[in-house]
């Protein structure tokens, strides 16, 4: 079985050494060094060129090394095999260390704080308990789950928002489109972490701004494609929202022209919040390779008509 690799952000030579330890006879290729393409029966990808997969006769898998997966369903041509996204133990820990950062940034004040040493003021503001500070978590998945049971954790006052209706200890939770108003209504920390489909694109617009309490904060780690800009932009200059921190952008590298790099109250990351390390997650790829082999139900696979 070969296995043909395609990314432009993930390490091809960790990736080798990771399988290889698992799999020592196993065929990996990294493209463009395909070889034969009737060879490749796994691909193993992040964003691959459109119509790349659909030149592999052979193949029977698509394993995203990313929990998300819009970017291969947005490919025509992309091959009707099974696909399977990104479940591993270190993307789950590094979203869960990011958002909680995030969300102590902001409920500590240091974005204030950040401000004033650039206005050379020294003022105090004693600190409030976590539980002064309501954070709603959009997408109660994988990675929302995790955050919201870690971020209760702490003490913070923690509610969330799903398709589907879910029972999450210390943490209050709406479902559908309908609760959303209501959902949003006590929140003065937001985190988006939902996949993007067509139900979510453009969700954090004007109407959900304007639905959260004034002086609310909005932590985008979901994809870019989910806020409107235009409304973001609106809703701080208007005082509505306090601040925002970006991570993702409908066009990623975000342009150097792009008005979020300089504005005073947007943090912008890299895309940065989490990332797949090959030594856990080669685990969960062997373990699909196994599967394949055997013909057993595959871990993770994507609802393609779900969009997630
Ligand atoms: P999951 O599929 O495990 O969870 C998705 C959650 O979103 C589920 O709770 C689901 O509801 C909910 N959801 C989906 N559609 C809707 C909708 N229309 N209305 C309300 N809720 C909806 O995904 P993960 O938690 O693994 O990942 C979430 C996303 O995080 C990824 O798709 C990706 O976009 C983003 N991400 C960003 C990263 C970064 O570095 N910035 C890194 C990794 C992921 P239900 O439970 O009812 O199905
Ligand atoms: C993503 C990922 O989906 O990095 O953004 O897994």
């Not at 070889?35 to 964003?47: K, N, Q, S, T, Y």
Request: hydrophobic share 45%.
């Amino acid at each position: 079985m070969a296995i043909l690799f395609v990314s432009a952000i993930d390490d091809p030579v960790a990736w080798r050494r990771e399988l290889a330890r698992r799999l020592p006879d196993l065929d990996f290729r990294v493209w463009p060094e395909v070889g034969d393409p009737a060879d490749i029966e796994v691909a193993l990808v992040w964003r691959p060129p459109p119509g790349l997969l659909a030149g592999l006769p052979n193949l029977r898998l698509i394993q995203a090394l990313s929990a998300g997966i819009e970017a291969l369903l947005a490919d025509p041509t992309l091959p009707d095999v099974p696909l399977c996204r990104m479940v591993d133990e270190s993307l789950t820990v590094t979203m869960r260390e990011f958002v909680a950062a995030t969300v102590l940034f902001f409920h500590r004040g240091l974005d204030r704080y950040a401000r004033r040493q650039r206005q050379v003021r020294w003022r105090l503001e004693p600190p409030r308990p976590a539980a002064a500070t309501r954070v709603g978590i959009m997408g109660l998945g994988v990675l929302g789950g995790d955050v919201a049971r870690t971020l209760a954790g702490l003490g913070f006052r923690v509610r969330g928002w799903s398709r589907r209706g879910k029972t999450i200890p210390g943490v209050e939770t709406f479902a559908g489109p309908d609760a959303l108003a209501d959902f949003a209504a006590a929140v003065d920390v937001l985190v988006c972490l939902l996949p993007l489909t067509p139900a979510t694109e453009g969700i954090l617009d004007s109407r959900l701004f304007a639905a959260l309490p004034r002086g609310a904060v909005v932590i985008n780690v979901g994809r870019g494609r989910h806020l409107v800009e235009r409304d973001l932009l609106d809703a701080l200059d208007r005082g509505h929202l306090r601040a925002a921190w970006l991570d993702v952008f409908a066009e990623e590298p975000l342009p150097d022209d792009h008005p979020f790099w300089r504005h005073p109250r947007i943090h912008v990351t890299p895309h940065a919040a989490a990332w797949t390390h090959p030594e856990t997650a080669a685990e969960v790829v062997v373990e699909n390779l196994r599967r394949l082999r055997a013909g057993e139900p595959l871990r993770h696979r994507v609802d393609r008509a779900r969009g997630y």
